[in-house]
């Protein structure tokens, strides 16, 4: 076991690498109540890094990735990408939901061009035609371009869904817990389809979920968010070797990293 310590590869986004994705003393106060979600939330992301956020219930994820995505702006701090302040949504920001929500009347690929033609109409879908059917290949859903999201597994939309996400090429992507309605099963293939999508693409990556087990065997950083107002608690560096296989959740320092990050969460108000 001595050996899995032992960093196979370099985790991706190491220290030297390219800051893609920033935050700056961000927080979030909803005016109408006064209620504080966030409050002084720093971070950065670095080129082809894989991030994941973890905290329970109320503690202010699913602001966070609203804020990181442009779709709400913050009360306080700074936002960036690339460096130039986000002020709302971006061609160079990704987002992906717990849903598919793949239009039924229009078949796989015309789902996945569907971004492109929303914002540069349906003469510049037309040309991305290639890049679309590459990445649904990239995703093993080759041979689907022409079927019905009905015609398609959970999985298979969901791996339609990840597609439509990258097909503007963007700089970052955002997951809102985008397995958390498959099966066990289908959940643990999805991770690791991600994992090796991700590592083709060089995407950088920020992952919102409930799941430790999820957030270790994915994440080169776990960030743990203490609620009321949320505030990160503690930065935990997942430091298994790289590709990362299901075969690592029964080793001792899965264990001890899952320990870890549910000891920070138990001690609640931290």
């Not at 971006?90 to 929500?101: K, V």
């Not at 439509?164 to 999805?190: G, H, K, N, Q, Y």
């Not at 990293?257 to 000891?263: A, C, G, N, Q, Y």
């Amino acid at each position: 076991m001595a050996a899995l310590a032992r960093k196979v590869e370099p985790l991706r986004g190491s220290a030297d690498a390219e800051t893609v994705y920033e935050l700056t003393g961000v927080g979030k106060t909803y005016a109408r109540n006064r209620v504080r979600a966030l409050e002084g939330i720093s971070l950065s992301l670095q080129r082809g890094s894989f991030s994941s956020v973890i905290g329970s219930s109320g503690c202010g994820k699913s602001t966070l990735l609203k804020i990181m995505a442009g779709l709400t702006p913050p009360s306080a701090g700074r936002v960036t990408i690339n460096g130039q302040p986000v002020m709302g949504p971006r061609r160079d920001i990704g987002m992906m939901f717990q849903h598919a929500t793949l239009f039924p009347w229009r078949t796989t690929l015309e789902n996945v061009l569907l971004p492109i033609e929303i914002r540069d109409g349906k003469a510049a879908a037309r040309k991305a035609r290639d890049r679309g059917a590459d990445l649904l290949k990239l995703v093993g859903l080759e041979g689907f371009e022409n079927v019905y999201p009905n015609e398609l597994s959970g999985g298979m939309a969901q791996r339609a869904a990840i597609c439509r996400m990258l097909v503007t090429e963007p700089d970052m992507i955002l997951l809102d817990e985008p397995f958390s309605a498959l099966d066990e099963i289908s959940r643990d293939f999805m991770n690791m389809e991600l994992q090796r999508i991700c590592t083709e693409t060089n995407a950088t990556a920020f992952l919102v979920t409930h799941s430790i087990a999820e957030a270790v065997i994915l994440s080169d950083h776990v960030y743990v968010l203490a609620p009321r107002p949320g505030r990160i608690a503690e930065v935990i560096e997942i430091d298994l070797p790289r590709p990362r296989t299901l075969d690592m959740i029964t080793t001792p320092r899965f264990g001890a990293l899952v320990e870890r990050i549910r000891t920070r969460l138990d001690q609640g108000d931290f």
